[in-house]
Structures are given as C-alpha cells and as structure tokens.
Nanobody, 125 residues
Framework: QLQASGGGLVQAGDSLRLTCTAS????????MGWFRQAPGKEREFVGA????????RYTDSAKGRFTISRDSAKKTFLLQIDSLTPQDTAVYYC????????????????????WGQGTQVTVSS
C-alpha cells in the first residue's frame, strides 16, 4: 500500500517536498514514479527513478525544478518541487513498477502496478 503526503496550499515560488511511503515493503525493490493529474486533464508523468537509483527520468516540464530521490533505507520516495507555479496545481501520485530491470525508469502509467492515493498540491498566484 503506497501513500503520498506532503501536499498543501502554497504560493507561487514556494517549494514542497512530497513523500511516498509503503507499508510492508521496501521501495528499493521497485522502479518508482511520480505522476500528477490537474483538474480536467489526464494523468501525466512527472519523473521516475530506477531500482538501483542510477537512472532518473523527468518529463521536460519538470527538468530543473523537480528532483526525485529515494532515502538510504529505501522506505521513502521523495519529490522535491521548487519554484512552484499555478500550473503545478494537481493531485500528485506515486507508483511502483514490479517489472523491468534494475535500470528501468518508466514514464508510462501502464508500466506501474501499484498506485498510492494522491496528495493535493494547490499553488496560488
């Protein structure tokens, strides 16, 4: 069971750190990804990290402001978002992929097997 947290109401220019935790499993066994869904839009890929933490993949709009990491105990998966804009307003979801190899960092939602409940991020201008 995955759970995303850390969202909230912030102002443009602020930063947030979103956290994904799992009960009963070590996140280091999976490729992990972050997705987001804005009102009236489809869920979109934000970024992903491979099982061995070597490969990180970001959508173009996330490069430079979004940073994905996994803590040393591999029980927490993080998304740091800097310089937030109103366009970042969305529900953010974390997901785990059981397939692929140690270098896989998937950007397609269909490659993820387990999804957490999202956390709402609202950015005011």
């Amino acid at each position: 069971q995955l759970q995303a947290s850390g969202g909230g109401l912030v102002q443009a220019g602020d930063s947030l750190r979103l956290t994904c935790t799992a009960s009963g499993r070590t996140l280091g066994d999976y490729c992990m990804g972050w997705f987001r869904q804005a009102p009236g839009k489809e869920r979109e890929f934000v970024g992903a990290i491979s099982r061995n933490n070597i490969n990180k993949r970001y959508t173009d709009s996330a490069k430079g402001r979004f940073t994905i990491s996994r803590d040393s105990a591999k029980k927490t998966f993080l998304l740091q978002i800097d310089s937030l804009t109103p366009q970042d307003t969305a529900v953010y979801y974390c997901a785990a992929a059981e397939t692929g190899n140690y270098y896989s960092a998937f950007n397609a939602a269909r490659d993820y097997d387990n999804w957490g409940q999202g956390t709402q991020v609202t950015v005011s201008s």
